[in-house]
């Protein structure tokens, strides 16, 4: 008997070594364990014979930055979390390949793949805040309101916030950090870092999302957080999937990308994501019934402004 059992798992252990594996760079609550990763990674391996393995960064653009660091050594063969503002400096690398994962959604790019969106948002409890800011000016202005934000250079969130302050204050935006830096708590590498901070009430307000809100009501059961209205518009980011230019496994990468957009896995994404799914089938109608934040109509800076951008921003401390 016990020869049959160490021959049966002598089998399994050799079918399960000649599966193919499937390497996901992402960042860190992507692959947590309230994240989207450990369902999504479930369900692909019943249908894809394989072996799927997440591998975590702080943020995407530290993620980003260590796919460039590898370069054709890299063991990655997608990468989940390239959003709109770091998408041209993503494919002015070369690092990415065309797919041909199948789609419902019309796409008119063919290096990326949106798998979510999302709008930026100050987070704040309104049973401590009484007051909150109706702006971003009044945001960075009052001297009153503990904040904290992601750095611009670890942190996609932090670069989405390093575009809104440019957009909404051009030529005056160093000034604008300086004044903002006065009253700013820390800056964080990540999301996860920051927001953690944040409920620890290390700070009256946060930077994340206009979705982050319905993380609380559906784990703690509760409305106190908020996210505040900004009357100059909220910036919109589009989260992407993108194949590895030299992955040795293509044909996993572009089913991957495809099971991204199943019902299920859009389901999967946006509650445990909590953002805004990129198709509506069969994701919780909490979407449907929040407030509406009016966005801003954004045209994408080149890499080279994106970066004098950052220096200014570094020398604003």
């Not at 063919?110 to 805040?129: M, N, Q, R, V, W």
């Not at 951008?309 to 604003?316: A, E, I, V």
């Amino acid at each position: 008997m016990k020869r049959i059992l160490s021959t049966i798992a002598l089998l399994s252990a050799t079918a399960f070594a000649n599966q193919p594996t499937l390497t996901v760079y992402t960042y860190s609550s992507f692959a947590s364990k309230y994240g989207p990763a450990p369902k999504l990674e479930q369900n692909f391996e019943k249908e894809c014979s394989c072996d799927l393995k997440f591998m975590p960064f702080d943020d995407s653009v530290t993620m980003f930055n260590r796919l460039r660091l590898e370069g054709a050594k890299t063991k990655a063969d997608v990468v989940v979390g390239i959003d709109n503002f770091l998408q041209p400096e993503a494919e002015k690398s070369g690092l990415f390949s065309e797919h041909n994962a199948n789609t419902t959604l019309e796409l008119k790019d063919k290096i990326f793949f949106p798998y979510d969106t999302g709008s930026y948002a100050f987070i704040y409890d309104k049973e401590k805040l009484a007051n909150p800011p109706k702006s971003l000016k009044e945001l960075v202005e009052r001297q009153d309101l503990k904040v904290i934000y992601q750095d611009p250079r670890t942190s996609s969130v932090g670069r989405g916030f390093l575009l809104w302050m440019n957009h909404i204050y051009g030529e005056k935006t160093q000034e604008a950090w300086k004044t903002l830096a006065k009253h700013t708590v820390t800056v964080g590498k990540g999301w996860s870092e920051t927001y953690g901070a944040f409920l620890k009430g290390e700070s009256d307000l946060v930077l994340s999302y206009t979705t982050s809100p319905l993380y609380h009501q559906w784990h703690e059961n509760t409305d106190k957080y908020v996210a505040a209205p900004f009357e100059e518009g909220h910036l919109v980011q589009v989260e992407n999937a993108a194949i590895v230019k030299t992955s040795q496994q293509k044909e996993l990468a572009n089913q991957f990308l495809a099971f991204l957009h199943k019902p299920e896995s859009q389901h999967i994404i946006s509650y445990h994501n909590v953002m805004n799914p990129v198709l509506n089938e069969g994701v919780d109608e909490a979407f449907s019934k929040m407030p509406t934040y009016k966005t801003i109509a954004f045209e994408q800076p080149s890499t080279e402004t994106i970066q004098q951008w950052l220096s200014q921003w570094s020398k604003s401390w």
